[in-house]
């Protein structure tokens, strides 16, 4: 499976932006998708995932600022990001793993990865 993520940008603190990941080659109904971001000079964090039913997970650096959603009709997952800051200054990339032997959590690994996107936020 492939994977593109976009919508990333340059915005201002405080400020919202949404980004989104296609899934390409495979039908997204099976997989979960998680959302992790790489800072200049850091280790990947993983911020968030949704699983194949819908649930959703948060790392706490940004739990109750972003949200994730899925569409799968669009094959398409979006992570709403609200009240961003500098730390939040980052590639934020998508993975995918199908994952249908718990629909209710999220894989500890995944196996596609999409190329990122970037996150400034700056003033």
């Known amino acids: 499976v492939q994977l593109q993520a976009s919508g990333g940008g340059l915005v201002q603190p405080g400020d919202s932006l949404r980004v989104s990941c296609v899934i390409y080659?495979?039908?997204?109904?099976?997989?979960?998708i998680g959302w992790f971001r790489q800072a200049p000079g850091k280790e990947r964090e993983w911020v968030s995932c949704i699983s194949v039913d819908g649930s959703t997970y948060y790392g706490d650096s940004i739990k109750g600022r972003f949200t994730i959603s899925r569409d799968n009709a669009q094959h398409t997952v979006h992570l709403q990001m609200n009240s961003l800051n500098p730390e939040d200054t980052a590639v934020y990339l998508c993975?995918?793993?199908?994952?249908?032997?718990?629909?209710?959590?999220?894989?500890?690994?995944?196996?596609?990865w999409g190329q990122g996107t970037q996150v400034t936020v700056s003033s």
């Open positions: 993975a995918a793993e199908r994952y249908i032997r718990d629909r209710r959590r999220c894989p500890r690994s995944y196996d596609s």
């Open positions: 080659g495979r039908t997204l109904d099976d997989y979960a």
